[in-house]
Structure formats: C-alpha cells, structure tokens
C-alpha cells in the first residue's frame, strides 16, 4: 500500500480567505484523487487529479472554487478558494492504480474549519 | 436508485455476536468491490476486497452475489474494536473511479 501525508493535517479559517492543502505520496501513482467529508456523511469526490493537465472534476465543483495542480505523480495540491463556512469539512487526498491493483488509498486528511 | 446503497444502520451488537452488512449495486459492469472500514474522525482505511469467490479474512467474510447485485461483509466475534463505519466501495469496469456507499455504523458494546 501507499504510505500518504496531507499537510496541514487542521485549520481554522477565515471566510474569503484561500487555503492549500498539499498531498505527498511516497511512490509514483496513476490516479490521485481529493474528496470532501462532511460530518457524518458519504464521501464527495471533488476532482480527479490529472498529472501534467488540468484536473477533471464532478459535478457541482469547479477550477475557480477548487483550483487543483499535480506536476507530478508523488505530489498534488487542492487550493479551497475564497472560503465561506459552507467548506468547512475534513479533505482527503486519495491514490489508486498502485502496483497492487485499483484499491484506493487515503491520506490521513485536512480538517478544515471556516468562521 | 442510487448507485450503491447501504444500510447506515447503526447496528449495535454485543460482543462475540456475528453481524452481516449487505450493499447493493446498481451498475451491472461494476467489476471491483472493496469493503472499507472508517473510524470516527479518521480516513478509510481498505479492508477487503471482495472477489467472485468470495474472500476470508479471520473473522471477516466478504462475498459478491453478482446476479443479485450485492455484496456482503459478516463480522463473527465481534470485538469492541470492530466499532466503526463500514463503507462499500464500487468500481466499474475500466474505471479507477469508485463510487462509495454512504457507510453502515456498527457499534460493538460489551
């Protein structure tokens, strides 16, 4: 399995403002992913990091609001932008297509608090 | 219908009881299953896949029914450790997208 670190592991933040969370891994992956988790709910995929081009993302979540970068294949970055309390939620970074197969695997996540 | 679908339960047990979670899948393709176990304020962590021959794991059973469309996971002996959220998880064919159930709770009391 993949060994991830997501940093920063919280935050507390104020509304209009930017954060960026990195997400290392430590061996080179196809897909790397970012979800949100709301208290007591399902996992929602944000986006599929894409290395070299522009990240795909699902339905309800766009570049502005959720700028993505991956310039490489160990390493991504998920920029909440111009925050407002509505974000606040835990954000976690997750591989697949590993040598093992198609399993996922995540990093310990962001817990993120917006006032 | 949504595309997998649990029971969020919780299903509290006593300790040494065997529980069984059932997940339904509405993509006929789907061709990866996983079970997933997440602990309160942590990440999932995998716990199983689940083949078409089913799949042993100490006290863990996971088996497909791909007429049905469903899979399984039973717990025998429950521990209090076993307290957790279990979450299925479904690929379809081609895809390293999975699409995540919403999770069952279980809760393990002594």
């Known amino acids: 399995s993949a060994v991830i670190s997501q940093k920063p592991s919280r935050d507390i933040c104020q509304r209009g403002t930017s954060l960026t969370i990195q997400c290392q891994v430590d061996s080179q992956v196809t897909m790397m992913f970012w979800y949100r988790q709301q208290p007591g709910q399902s996992l929602t995929l944000i986006a599929t990091?894409?290395?070299?081009?522009?990240?795909?993302?699902e339905s309800g979540f766009v570049i502005d609001k959720f700028p993505i970068s991956r310039p490489n294949l160990t390493f991504s970055t998920l920029t909440v932008s111009n925050m407002s309390p509505e974000d606040s939620s835990i954000y976690l970074c997750?591989?697949?297509?590993?040598?093992?197969?198609?399993?996922?695997?995540f990093g310990p996540g962001t817990r993120l608090t917006v006032t | 219908r949504k595309e997998v679908e649990q029971d969020p339960g919780p299903f509290n047990v006593p300790e040494g009881a065997t529980v069984a979670f059932n997940c339904t899948y509405s993509?006929?393709?789907?061709?990866?299953f996983f079970w997933y176990r997440q602990d309160c304020r942590k990440e999932p962590k995998l716990l199983m896949s689940?083949?078409?021959s089913g799949n042993e794991d100490g006290r863990f059973t996971a088996q497909l029914n791909r007429a049905s469309q469903y899979i399984s996971l039973l717990i025998r002996d429950s521990k209090l450790s076993d307290s957790a959220t279990y979450l299925c998880?479904?690929?379809?064919?081609?895809?390293?997208?999975?699409?995540f159930g919403r999770g069952t709770s279980l809760i393990v009391h002594p």
């Open positions: 997750s591989v697949g297509g590993t040598a093992e197969g198609n399993e996922q695997y």
């Open positions: 990091a894409n290395q070299g081009s522009e990240a795909t993302y």
């Open positions: 998880v479904v690929n379809s064919g081609g895809s390293y997208i999975p699409t």
């Open positions: 689940v083949y078409s």
């Open positions: 993509n006929s393709a789907s061709q990866s």
